[in-house]
């Protein structure tokens, strides 16, 4: 008998572009949606959400496999900033 087994964690990066120059625009990856934004906010989305990849490439690690704070810090490493963040 075959045992049920519970699907591994799965973890997405969700990026918005809420500025808009008329264009719809949806960029997808192993583990990124990126939806609207203009030209110029939808690369820079592109961009840092490949270079997160990246890190976590060099590092041998999965996104679902990183702590939230280890995350954070590859995050802030690529320009990303909590909206907190006075720098």
């Known amino acids: ?6 699907p591994g964690r799965k ?4 990026g918005v572009g809420l500025d808009s120059d008329g264009h719809k625009r949806l960029t997808t990856g192993p ?4 939806i609207g934004g ?3 906010t939808h690369e820079v989305m592109t961009e840092k959400a490949i270079k997160i990849n990246e ?4 590092r041998g690690k ?10 954070e810090d590859i995050a802030y490493s690529v320009g ?8």
């Open 80 to 87: 990303l900033r909590r909206v907190s963040d006075p720098n």
């Open 31 to 34: 583990n990124f949606a990126l």
């Open 1 to 6: 008998m075959a045992k049920n087994k519970k």
């Open 55 to 58: 890190k976590l490439a060099a």
């Open 11 to 14: 973890a997405v990066i969700v």
């Open 62 to 71: 999965q996104l679902e496999e990183v702590s939230r704070e280890e995350f």
């Open 38 to 40: 203009s030209e110029e």
